[in-house]
């Protein structure tokens, strides 16, 4: 017995010596200080029969950790493993941008048995390189890590799923995660009714050079919360690098103003694979300026995401919650919280 404060120390250790390239491993379990709320443990969830248990069953997740969405992303972990059959085979990839060992004690208490790794996102990455955008949250280095998701995943990660924090998911998430991407680098719903004008400036549509970047595509938003991708043809591809330089063309002539979405629609938009929208259904934190509630889209649906201002967990709190927002409060895990699975 005297011999594990020496192992808790040394455990310590290893994760703040553990670097991007092979990520860090479950810790030492601990109470989470008052710093980072406090969550409910969550049910165990385990592996059906027909589950397999092969590095090609593994399904894999990126989501950036952030400690003031850690309350969304323990409720988008906890929905993502309640509703998936083979719960055992999915594993977690989280980013963040430093060591907060708080955040990490409380994932490993939450969710004891959990499959994840987590990598430092280095802020350095897209330093001067972030555009001003019309809400702060956009701006934040986080917010532009899927952007450098191939190089900073192992190479044994094939494909991955990334997913925001500020959504929860109500079908298994298998039945997206094996969409056949017919040779494209990237799976998303898209949303062709949508006014793809307004994602860009009248700079941009007015210089015919810049507008020509869609000549022979048929360019339709789709909402970077929500995709699966093709590691090694992004690396193959050098994306990262087309994303970056239409960042550049922004930080010289203002020509879009929604933070990392627009230059992936630069880079993408009319050459996806387009899923079906049940898998985003997106919006439901209202714009970006004021986040006013939003009634769902009809039609099935398998993932709600509160993308815009409004954020459920702060409404829920604020006690005056849009309709949309009940339907997540089932998997919030905090503390306090009365709205719970499981007591």
Same mark, same amino acid.
């Given at each position: 017995m005297a011999s594990l404060p020496l192992l808790g120390f040394l455990s310590l250790l290893l994760l703040i010596t553990s670097t991007a390239t092979t990520g860090i491993r479950h810790a030492i379990i601990r109470k989470p200080s008052s710093d980072v709320p406090i969550f409910r443990e969550a049910p165990a969830f385990r592996n059906g029969d027909i589950? *397999?248990?092969?590095?090609? $069953?593994?399904?894999?997740?990126? /989501?950036?950790? $952030?400690?003031? #969405?850690?309350? *969304?992303? /323990?409720?988008?972990?906890?929905?993502?493993? %309640?509703? +998936?059959? !083979?719960? =055992?085979?999915?594993?977690?990839?989280?980013l963040w941008r430093k060591y907060e060992p708080e955040v990490l004690v409380s994932i490993? +208490?939450?969710f004891p048995y959990l499959n994840f790794r987590v990598y430092r996102f280095h802020s350095d990455r897209v330093r001067g390189k972030i555009s001003k955008s019309i @809400?702060?949250?956009? $701006? %934040?280095?986080?917010? #532009?890590? @899927?952007?450098?998701?191939a190089d900073i995943l192992p190479a044994d990660v094939k494909r991955v799923l990334y997913l925001d924090s500020d959504l929860v998911v109500v079908d298994d998430i298998a039945k997206l995660w094996e969409v056949d991407l017919e040779g494209k680098v990237l799976a998303?719903?898209? #949303? !062709?009714?949508?006014?793809?004008?307004?994602?860009?400036? =009248?700079?941009?549509?007015?210089d015919k050079g810049?507008? +020509?970047?869609?000549? *022979? @595509? %048929?360019? !339709?938003?789709?909402?970077?919360?929500? /995709?699966?991708?093709?590691v090694d043809k992004w690396r193959q591809g050098e994306y990262t690098q087309k994303v970056e330089e239409w960042m550049a063309v922004q930080k010289q002539n203002r020509i879009y103003t929604l933070g990392s979405l627009p230059p992936f629609l630069l880079v993408l938009a009319g050459n996806i694979k387009a899923v079906n929208h049940r898998w985003n259904q997106h919006g439901l934190g209202g714009d970006n300026l004021e986040g006013r509630c939003r009634s769902l889209q009809p039609g099935p649906? +398998?993932?709600?995401?509160?993308? *815009?201002?409004g954020k459920p967990w702060l409404r829920l709190d604020s006690r005056k919650p849009c309709i949309v927002d009940n339907l997540w409060a089932p998997y919030d895990l905090y503390g306090s919280s009365i709205n719970s699975l499981e007591e």
């Open positions: 589950c *397999g248990s092969s590095a090609s $069953d593994r399904i894999h997740i990126a /989501m950036t950790l $952030d400690a003031n #969405y850690l309350r *969304g992303t /323990m409720a988008a972990v906890l929905s993502i493993l %309640q509703h +998936s059959t !083979c719960p =055992d085979n999915v594993e977690f990839h989280f490993n +208490s939450t @809400r702060q949250a956009l $701006d %934040q280095p986080l917010n #532009y890590a @899927r952007i450098y998701l998303a719903p898209e #949303y !062709c009714h949508a006014n793809f004008t307004k994602y860009f400036t =009248d700079l941009f549509w007015s810049l507008a +020509s970047t869609f000549d *022979g @595509r %048929q360019p !339709c938003y789709f909402n970077t919360g929500v /995709m699966v991708v093709d649906i +398998s993932l709600l995401h509160w993308s *815009g201002k």
